[in-house]
């Protein structure tokens, strides 16, 4: 995210800085919609309803952070996706974020994110012999603002809040012996070859599978988000 200032101490943080960008929540969220909409019997009459599931995705940034060298950042906070998946009788289904709910989890945790990831960018400075005091100004010379402004501009840049509130997917479900198949309106019949497996206890609906290479997430990924468990509302 940040264009170099100085030497090698500024190269290194802002090399890093462009790399968290990487990890925007933005396309997590809207993976994991287009995860739940991949491809007569009671299985579809079960799964009427809507249903919720908090989605904690601070492991996946946190592993992010750790490969660019930022570990033991200590956050409290976590970074929670509300996600909200509804199925009607005529076996049509929208899944969408909670917009409110999410932004309100994403938005306590880039308070504790960026003063921390702003404290890691100053002890890379420090370690090439660079002080605060110094990086302060080149970086305030050069951007009208301290390395903290400039994330949380760059945070606010993704208009996070507008992507959720869009990112509603809908078309039509079958579901069979714990397989999921869905697909888009346009589209006639179900990819055999295409569906999530699930299973169902009373008000709990818990994803055990999710068809990764249709999702767009990579299998790693997939892995540490299963299993999504949601809740009849």
């Not at 989605?55 to 956050?75: K, R």
């Not at 080149?138 to 994330?151: D, G, I, M, S």
């Not at 869905?182 to 009373?202: I, M, N, Q, R």
Request: glycine letters at 4%.
């Amino acid at each position: 995210i940040v264009p170099m200032i100085g030497k090698n101490a500024d190269r290194k943080g802002c090399q890093k800085m462009k790399k968290i960008k990487a990890f925007s929540l933005v396309f997590v969220v809207l993976a994991l919609l287009v995860s739940l909409s991949a491809c007569g019997k009671d299985d579809n009459k079960a799964l009427v309803g809507t249903w919720k599931a908090d989605l904690d995705a601070t492991q996946i940034i946190d592993e992010q952070l750790s490969s660019l060298g930022m570990e033991d950042l200590a956050l409290e906070s976590r970074c929670v996706i509300t996600l909200v998946l509804e199925f009607d009788a005529e076996q049509h289904y929208t899944v969408r974020a909670d917009a409110a709910a999410t932004m309100a989890s994403v938005s306590a945790y880039m308070e504790e994110l960026i003063p921390a990831v702003t404290e890691q960018m100053y002890k890379t400075a420090e370690a090439s012999g660079l002080d605060r005091s110094t990086f302060d100004s080149a970086f305030e010379e050069r951007y009208n603002c301290t390395p903290e402004e400039y994330l949380q501009q760059q945070f606010d840049a993704q208009d996070l809040a507008s992507t959720l509130t869009a990112g509603t997917t809908e078309g039509k479900y079958h579901a069979v012996k714990g397989k999921l198949y869905t697909v888009e309106e346009s589209h006639d019949a179900f990819d055999e070859e295409e569906y999530d497996l699930y299973t169902l206890d009373g008000d709990t609906l818990t994803f055990t599978a999710i068809d990764s290479s249709f999702s767009g997430l990579d299998e790693d990924m997939v892995k540490s988000l299963l299993p999504i468990v949601f809740t009849r509302q």
